[in-house]
C-alpha cells in the first residue's frame, strides 16, 4: 500500500525584546545560572506581572507578516502545569482568544514545488526555565534566567505532505522574522524550536491517522531525521495490523529514534482559565495600519527586485535575499561598486563557499560592502584578474577591519600583468616548447589552446590579463 505523510507544526519563536515579557529582567542568552530573574519571573506570590508593550508590537507584526487576521480583542490565559523549570507552576499563555488567526505562508520547495500552508493561529506565552543535569547523573539543577522570555508559538493547520514543505517552511519564517527584526531565529541556541505532529495514512484517504507529536527537535537535519524514522515506525506498525498511539514522543539524536514521553495531553488536562492579572489588550486599526506601512521589503519581493534591476539569475537571487544579512551586503556593495554582475560573481562563488566550508552564520560575516566594493573595482579596472582576485578576496573575507586591499596586492606582488610585450614573449617560450602540440592544434585539435592558455598563465605566475593572453595566442596560431 502507498502512504502518506500528513504532518502539523507547532512553532516557539523567541522574540528578540531587550526585557522579558512581564518583568524587566534581561533576555540574553546564557548568563550565571539563576542571575536574570526576578520575583515577577520567578511567579512569587503577590507580585504583578505587566505586559512588555514591545513583545505586542512583535507579535502583531510576525502575524502579518503571515496573513494572519488581528485579534484586536485578544487575552492571557494560565495554563496549569507542574514542571521544576516553571517555578510558578503555571505559564501565561493564550488559549481562548489568540493574538493572531487565520493566516497562510506561501512555500517554494528546494525542488521547486510551490505550496501554500495554512496558520491557525499564533499566541504569545512566556517561556519556561531550563534543567542542567549533572554530567555525574544524580543531580538536575533548575536554571531560571529563560523564565519570562517572550515566545510566539506559530499553530499550522496539517498541510505538510513532505519533509521538504518543512524546512522550507521554517527557513521561510527565519527569513521573515529576520528582516522584520524580531527574532533571530537560532534552531541550535533555542530562539527557533520545533515540534512535528505526524500522523500517516493509505495515499487518496482523507481521513486522519492517530497522530504522534515529537517536541523541540532543534535542527533541519534532526527534522529531517526524525521524520523520516517517526513515518516508517507508524507504517510498520499499521502494516502488522497494530495501531498508533497518540502520545508525545522524544526524539534522540544519538540513536536516531523516538522514544515515547507520555500519553498526549488535550487542552481540559491543564485547567486553563483567564489570567486575572493582566487586563485584556486591545489592538487599534490604526496600530495595525501603522504596523503594516512599515513592514520591510521581504525575500520574496526583494528576489523580483534583484531579478529586474540587477539582471541576477532566479536561483542567485533566491540564495542571496533569503537573508537579511546577505542581501544587505549584497546590496550596498553593489550600490558603493556600480557593478552587480562582478559583485554576484563573487557573492556566490566565494561568500557563500566560505559560509559553507567554515559554517559562518550570514549574521556572523565580518567583511564591509565598502571592502567589498573596493575590491569588485579593482577586479573590473583589471588590477588583478579573477584568478589572483580569490586569493585576495580569501584574505580580505578572514582579514578584519584593518585589512587592505591595495597594500595586499602590492605586499604580494599581485597586480596583473597587462604589458604586452611581456606576454607574448611568454606565449612565444610556450609555443616553442611543444611544437608538437602546436601541430596538432594547427591539424583542427582547437582545444588544446586551453593548454596553452593555461602554461603561458603558470609561466606569468596567474597573474597575467586572461584576455590578452588570448588576444596573443590567436594571433600567433593563426
Ligand atoms: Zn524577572
New binding site residues.
Partial sequence: MEWEIVMGLEVHVELATKS?IF?K?STEFGGTPNTR??P??TGMPGTLPILNRQVLEYAVRAGLALNCEITKYNKFDRKNYFYPDLPKAYQISQLYLPFAQNGYVDLKTDSGREVTIRIHEIHMEEDAGKLVHSMFGDTTYPDYNRC?VPLIEIVSEPDFRETEEVIAYLSKLKSQFEYLGISDCRMEEGSMRADVNLSVRPKGSTKFGIRTEMKNINSFKSIERAIAFESKRQIALLEAGESVVQETRRWDENKEKTFAMRSKENAQDYRYFPEPDIPPISITDEEIQHYIGICPEFADEKVKRFVSEFGLAQKDAEIIAASKYLAKLFEETVANSGDAAETRYWMISEVLYFMNAKNIRPEDITLSSDKFAEFVKIVKAGYINRKVGRQVFEAMFFGGETFDVNEYIKEHGLEQIDDRAQIEEAVQSILDANPQIVEQYKAGQTKLKAYFVGQSMKLLKGKANPLTVNEVLNEKLK
Avoid: A, D, V
Fill in positions: 522579558k518583568c529582567c530573574c526576578c515577577i519571573c519570562g
